[in-house]
């Protein structure tokens, strides 16, 4: 079945910093989606790529839907505390296209002030 | 301008019990989906309903569960005879009839914890 890789799997930074993280398929997407989920609590939508090169910004938040469609990334620059959490990739569509999300393995931010 | 809604947030059952989760889409929603999240993994699609139909229940066990988003009230997820290996956090996700499904908006999430 169609996976998705993400990486890095946790990232320790200090406040002010540049973070990337990214997700690869060997299968294409028609949708990239990034969310956000925070301990106890469910997944945030922060950001959705429907364009093979699209490339859309949510504050200090940009991500890219890869070319060949099967890769996205997500940058967040000049981190701060609240960015701490746990960061996923989810792609929609391709073979499946009967709106069942896969999910990355998620990519932990810890953010030291 | 409520949120996707479940309830109970925690659920603990004993082994052979059922277990029954809620979930009330976004206003003006009519697709729902449900996943579950094991500790320290990414969520993994379960099924996905609109209203009276299931339209994709390729990632429920054969066994044990099953769901349903009647016209009218909630979606339901009934898991029958819990086992611990249920263990898990289920999550309900809805999105608009006019984006298809492409945006989905979580809910908060149903803890269960099988003893």
């Known amino acids: 079945g169609q996976q998705l890789n993400q990486s890095p799997q946790s990232m320790f930074i200090q406040e002010g910093e540049d973070v990337s993280m990214n997700c690869t398929s060997s299968?294409?997407?028609?949708?990239w989606l990034w969310y956000k989920q925070d301990p106890g609590e469910g997944p945030v939508l922060l950001i959705a790529l429907y364009k093979a090169g699209e490339l859309t910004s949510n504050g200090r938040l940009t991500a890219q839907f890869g070319i060949t469609r099967k890769d996205s990334f997500l940058n967040i620059s000049a981190s701060i505390p609240s960015d701490v959490g746990i960061y996923f990739c989810?792609?929609?569509?391709?073979?499946?296209?009967?709106?069942?999300?896969?999910f990355g393995q998620g990519t932990t931010l810890q953010v030291k002030p | 301008n409520a949120g996707v809604m479940q309830n109970p947030r925690h659920l603990v059952r004993r082994r052979g019990q059922e277990a029954r989760l809620r979930c009330s889409p976004m206003?003006?929603?009519?697709?729902v989906y449900w996943y579950r999240q094991l500790p320290e993994e990414g969520l993994k699609f379960m099924v996905y309903?609109?209203?009276?139909?299931?339209?994709?229940e390729s990632g429920m066990p054969k066994e044990r569960f099953s769901a349903e988003f009647p016209k009218e009230g909630p979606s339901i997820l009934r898991i029958q005879q819990v086992v611990r290996g249920d263990s898990a956090a289920y999550f309900c996700?809805?999105?608009?009839?006019?984006?298809?499904?492409?945006?989905?908006?979580f809910g908060p999430g149903t803890r269960l914890t099988v003893l």
């Open positions: 299968s294409i997407f028609n949708t």
């Open positions: 996700a809805s999105s608009p009839p006019t984006s298809g499904y492409n945006e989905q908006f």
């Open positions: 206003k003006g929603h009519s697709h």
């Open positions: 309903l609109q209203k009276e139909n299931i339209i994709d």
């Open positions: 989810a792609g929609l569509g391709g073979s499946s296209n009967t709106g069942k999300l896969i």
